[in-house]
């Protein structure tokens, strides 16, 4: 089993590579963390914190967009690719279970989604660093946010992976993900503030909003790493509702959903002739 | 002998159209065998049952005792796509490195099997950069990893050139030799006819003729051709004594039953000293399979 995973994973790798998506995931993330981190550099001092805990602030913001961009960008492929291209009746014919492919894609994908946030993160750190020693003392955030930036990933390549194998065609998977993107980062948060407004402070805001926050892994990636950093959540204009919620409440929701897209993602490919 | 492969009363319809119809066949270890029928007649769609990649709807498949894509089944036959396609940014050499690590064998060997198609010298470029025969190459190549008990094997042959198709079919003397039974589809009735031991004829979805070309020879029954030439002024001599020849070119064309072929020679014989020369021709190979699957409609 394990040897059939890292069988399909190696394969990936070597796809990846070929196709530049390792070159460029690594560049859109080290490219956006360095912009982020010189364009962050300028509050310093202004609310007490050392510079790469306001770095990290920044990050978090740009990574709610961006980790599920690239994890979505990789795993629409992943199986309506395979149809596609014709290649899936024969790998079906193999002794491997349909979990194990996709297993083995995600142990891939998940590698390279790493190597990409490190190679961001890490970037920005070394600059942050390099201008203020001071700065050491964020390195604890940047890890927090490092492991749960890839357990965001992961939760989006789920997701790709089951609109790649509901799709079964490539132009189909890459209009659902980016949908799913629009909607799950861009216009889920705009539709909550819409009505956090228009609630003033009722039951919707007090009630529904808190879940309505966890049950989507890219806001819960968000409470959970800015209620982490007490001395920037103040700032940031989520704050007040992120203090609210209790941080082991975001903290589970991240770890829950990229079990369930996963299951889900098992699901939608199991059923169905190749 | 048990069976590698037996199949009973298998049904597939798709909508409308009826893929199978009651098919059944057996295919025993190291026995060759060739399936044969029009575009569309379904070959593709019964190899693609057996490996449990389109579900039947009715009727039972067996493989080695297992059920068709059972993981049992899985492990012990070989497939071979129409139209093999592999993802364009691999090499041959890692494309066959993942296949042997999905069946659980060391890829150090993989190279060695590469040579054995023919790709030694390309395994390490990518296969976007291949031709179709080279492509099919990878394809007989993952086809013959490990031992399989069964290998199903469709058009295994197109896109190869005729001195690749020759060590092709060698290659799978030596795989039935060792007891794998192998079930190929092909359009190439002469190739197969001499290098498959019996030939399974669909058309239309059903199963009309199966057996050794001999066997397929006498069930059809078709007439057996003569062509005599005269000697000069004895042709009007010749067409009397032989009712039912007729002329074309010069040459007298008559033909008979199989079963009156003697009689025929007989009475051809008594007329020596008038024909210059005699040539029986027995019914092509290509008259015997559309004899066969003309029958139902089509
Ligand atoms: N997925 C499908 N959906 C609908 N009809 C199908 C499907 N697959 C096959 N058919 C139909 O089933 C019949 C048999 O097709 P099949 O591919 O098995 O033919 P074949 O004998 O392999 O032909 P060829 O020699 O051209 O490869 C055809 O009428 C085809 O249109
Ligand atoms: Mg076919």
Redesign the interface.
Same mark, same amino acid.
């Given at each position: 089993m394990i @040897?059939?995973i890292? @069988?399909?994973a190696?394969?990936e790798i070597?796809?990846a590579r070929?196709?530049r998506w390792v070159l460029i995931a690594v560049l859109l993330m080290v490219a956006f963390s360095l912009v982020l981190s010189a364009a962050g550099s300028a509050p310093t001092g202004v609310l007490g914190a050392d510079r790469l805990s306001v770095v990290v602030a920044s990050l978090t913001s740009l990574s709610v967009y961006l980790v599920p961009l690239v994890a979505l960008l990789m795993s629409f492929d992943a199986v309506a690719g395979e149809v596609e291209?014709?290649?899936l $009746?024969?790998l079906?014919?193999? $002794?491997? @279970?349909r979990w194990e492919i996709l297993a083995g894609k995600l142990v891939a994908h998940t590698a390279i989604l790493i190597v990409a946030i490190v190679a961001g993160y890490g970037a920005a750190a070394v600059v942050a660093i390099a201008a203020d020693p001071a700065a050491l003392a964020g390195l604890g955030a940047l890890w927090r946010l490092t492991w749960t930036s890839v357990l965001l990933g992961a939760a989006f390549l789920g997701f790709g992976y089951a609109l790649s194998s509901l799709a079964r065609r490539v132009s189909g998977a890459a209009g659902l993900a980016i949908g799913l993107w629009l909607g799950m980062v861009v216009l889920y948060d705009l539709g909550l503030l819409a009505a956090v407004v228009a609630d003033n402070g009722g039951l919707f805001t007090t009630r529904i909003f808190p879940v309505a926050l966890l049950a989507n892994p890219a806001d819960a990636f968000r409470l959970f790493n800015l209620t982490a950093a007490h001395a920037t959540a103040a700032a940031s204009g989520i704050g007040g509702a992120a203090n609210a919620i209790p941080q082991w409440q975001s903290l589970a929701s991240i770890v829950i959903w990229p079990l369930v897209s996963l299951v889900l993602a098992a699901m939608a490919f199991r059923k169905g002739? $190749? | 002998m048990t069976s590698t492969l037996t199949i009973s009363r298998l049904t597939k319809a798709f909508g409308g159209v009826k893929a199978l119809s009651d098919v059944s066949l057996a295919v025993a270890p190291g026995e060759r065998v060739a399936l044969l029928g029009h575009n569309g007649a379904g070959k593709s769609t019964l190899m693609k049952v057996i490996l449990g990649l389109i579900a039947p709807d009715g009727g039972e498949i067996s493989i080695c005792g297992a059920a068709p894509g059972s993981a049992q089944a899985r492990a012990q036959v070989a497939y071979l796509p129409e139209n093999a396609a592999f993802h364009p940014a691999l090499t041959g050499l890692e494309q066959i490195t993942q296949y042997m690590r999905l069946r659980n064998l060391n890829p150090s060997g993989a190279m060695e099997l590469l040579g054995r198609v023919g790709l030694a010298g390309a395994a390490k470029r990518r296969i976007g950069t291949y031709s179709k025969g080279m492509r099919q190459r990878v394809g007989l190549a993952q086809a013959l990893i490990g031992q399989p008990r069964l290998l199903v094997l469709d058009e295994p042959t197109s896109g190869l050139d005729p001195v690749s198709r020759r060590d092709f079919y060698e290659l799978l003397d030596g795989l039935a030799a060792d007891g794998a039974a192998i079930l190929l589809s092909s359009h190439a009735l002469t190739e197969v006819e001499a290098r498959t031991d019996r030939l399974l004829i669909l058309s239309g979805g059903r199963m009309v003729a199966q057996g050794t070309l001999p066997d397929l020879r006498r069930e059809a029954a078709l007439p057996v051709a003569m062509h005599l030439s005269a000697i000069n002024g004895y042709e009007g001599d010749i067409l009397a004594a032989l009712p039912g020849a007729i002329r074309v070119n010069g040459v007298l064309h008559l033909t008979c039953a199989q079963d009156e072929k003697l009689t025929t020679l007989a009475r051809i014989s008594a007329l020596t000293d008038k024909i210059a020369d005699l040539d029986v021709i027995p019914p092509s190979l290509e008259d015997i399979y559309s004899h066969f699957s003309r029958r139902d409609g089509q």
């Open positions: @040897a059939r890292l @069988a399909t190696t394969t070597h796809i070929r196709n291209r014709g290649t $009746p024969l079906l014919t193999y $002794p491997v @279970a002739e $190749p | -």
